[in-house]
Structures are given as structure tokens and as C-alpha cells.
């Protein structure tokens, strides 16, 4: 990590925190959990009508098994977001700015989404900034679902 908050996610110790802290690759080394990976844009071929899945290249959503039962979803970044296109979930009437969290898992036993902010650094900084901003983030992301809910959608 370089001195003084520059570089982030760049830096070989930013990487290495973040590879450390990958909820999939963690919860994957679980007894009884499998980890899938569940990252695709959906195209209709036009002139036979057949709808494909297609892989996205950069991966941000996964669904949790457990001993073969599907008990979660995980989103990164992006991934919460295309999740909400997905169901109709209109986020750009409820928040002004895409708020990416680092990683989100929706529990579904207990109805839960947790919503997780990971940050490393030896200054100063942007985690400042984190722990100054999570109430507001906090509440944004408790709009986005209430209004999901209010909708008739449950996740």
C-alpha cells in the first residue's frame, strides 16, 4: 500500500486485502456451501427468437447453495444494480447516484440483505470517508428495498 491514501485498489497490498476479503471465494471454503456464479446478459437472437445467456466476462453475482438448497445471492459492485433492472426495481427514481457496495448478500431464511464496505489503509483517508457516509449509504440502499417490497417483489 503507498503512503499517504494514493493508489488503492492498485497498490500490491490493496489487492492482495481485497483477494483476502472476497466473500465468494470465502464462503465457497465453507463446509456444505457451493458458490456459482450467476453473471450473465440475457440476448434474443432476432431471427430465430432464442434467448441466450451469455457470461459476462467480469463476474459480480453469485448464488449460494447449501448442501444443494439455493440459501443466498451475493452482488458486488455492479451486480446489486443489474439484480434490480432485473426484477423492474426503478433505483434511479429512488437514489440520485449508484451507491456500489463491495460486496451484498441476500439471505433468503431470514430475509436479510447485508450490505458490506471493506476498506484497508495505514492513514488517514477514505475510511474516514466510509464510516462518515455508511448512515447515508445505509438508508439509500433501506429505500431501494422498501420500495421493492412495497412493489410486491420479494427477493
Known amino acids: 500500500m503507498k503512503k499517504g491514501g494514493v493508489g488503492g ?27 456459482v456464479e450467476n453473471d450473465f446478459d440475457i440476448k434474443l437472437v432476432k431471427r430465430t427468437g432464442e434467448v441466450r445467456k451469455i457470461k459476462r466476462s467480469s463476474t459480480a453475482r ?18 446489486l444494480y443489474r439484480y434490480f433492472d432485473e ?14 457496495p463491495d460486496d451484498s448478500i441476500f439471505v433468503m431464511d431470514n430475509n436479510t440483505v447485508f450490505i458490506i464496505e471493506k476498506k484497508t489503509q495505514k492513514t488517514q483517508g477514505s475510511v474516514d ?26 427477493w
Not at 67 to 75: N, P, Y
Not at 87 to 100: G, H, R
Open 9 to 35: 485498489a492498485n497498490t500490491k497490498t490493496g489487492l492482495a486485502f481485497e483477494l483476502k476479503t472476497d466473500l465468494p471465494n470465502f464462503i465457497s471454503k465453507q463446509s456444505g456451501y457451493e458458490v
Open 62 to 79: 453469485w448464488i449460494v447453495n447449501f448442501e444443494g438448497e439455493k440459501v443466498a445471492e451475493i452482488f458486488q459492485k455492479h451486480g
Open 87 to 100: 426484477v423492474s426495481l426503478n433505483y434511479k427514481a429512488i437514489i440520485s447516484k449508484k451507491l456500489l
Open 129 to 154: 470517508e466510509k464510516l462518515q457516509t455508511c448512515d447515508f449509504k445505509l438508508k439509500q440502499y433501506k429505500n431501494c428495498i422498501i420500495i421493492h417490497y412495497k412493489n410486491g417483489i420479494i
